[in-house]
């Protein structure tokens, strides 16, 4: 029977399946949903990929175009969440998040390494989410311009695991990182 006897413990455990999931392309961990508040106050959500998770720099990051209502979003409200659940794990993960959308030169070796093929997300005629007269009535034409990455800053930490005996704790980052259990 599987235990977390303390809090430092739990977290690196959700860590350590975050970064299974930016490496291995078939981990569930790779494909969170992505949660921003839209203009008229709905929360909206969408499936990710989920490209770089830094514990260092405390950050979770996706990439976008620019065109995407999320960003459209974004730019009014930065505040985001990140949801992950990983069955096999019985791990659920949620991530309270300020994104930073960075675009241009800071983002210019992150587009170099995206393969030719991968480019087509990024810049696309007429924009996502604009209405088409037929499916097929939009073209793609990839450009650095379009690219956006979003680096989502955590703030705080929900970690909830279904063992045996259930447990959930929160970590919460303001100046410093505090935890506890709470009842899960
Ligand atoms: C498996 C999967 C992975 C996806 N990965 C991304 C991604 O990394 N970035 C992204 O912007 N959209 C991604 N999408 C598309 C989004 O779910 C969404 O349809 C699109 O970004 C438009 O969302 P928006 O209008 O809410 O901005 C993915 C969709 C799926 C099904």
Not at 13 to 26: I, T
Not at 98 to 110: A, F, M
Not at 151 to 168: F, K, N, S, W
Request: net charge positive; aromatic share 10%; proline share 6%.
């Amino acid at each position: 029977m599987k235990q977390f006897l303390n809090l430092g413990e739990f977290l690196d455990y959700a860590w350590s399946l975050l970064a299974r999931g930016v490496a291995d392309p078939k981990s569930v961990v790779k494909y969170p949903t992505f949660s921003t508040i839209s203009e008229d106050g709905f929360p909206t959500m969408r499936t990710v990929v989920l490209r770089r998770a830094d514990r260092i720099a405390n950050c979770l990051e996706i990439h976008t175009d620019i065109q995407t209502n999320k960003v459209f979003s974004l730019k009014k409200n930065n505040l985001a969440g990140l949801h992950f659940w990983i069955p096999k794990a019985k791990f659920q993960i949620r991530a309270s998040v300020v994104v930073d959308i960075l675009t241009g030169s800071k983002v210019e070796d992150q587009w170099n390494k995206i393969p030719i093929q991968s480019r087509v997300s990024y810049g696309s005629i007429p924009p996502p989410g604009m209405e088409i007269d037929s499916p097929f009535d939009y073209q793609k034409h990839p450009k650095q311009d379009n690219f956006a990455v979003l680096r989502c800053d955590i703030r705080e930490l929900d970690l909830l695991y279904l063992g045996t005996l259930h447990q959930r704790a929160i970590y919460t980052n303001a100046n410093l990182w505090e935890a506890k259990w709470v009842a899960p």
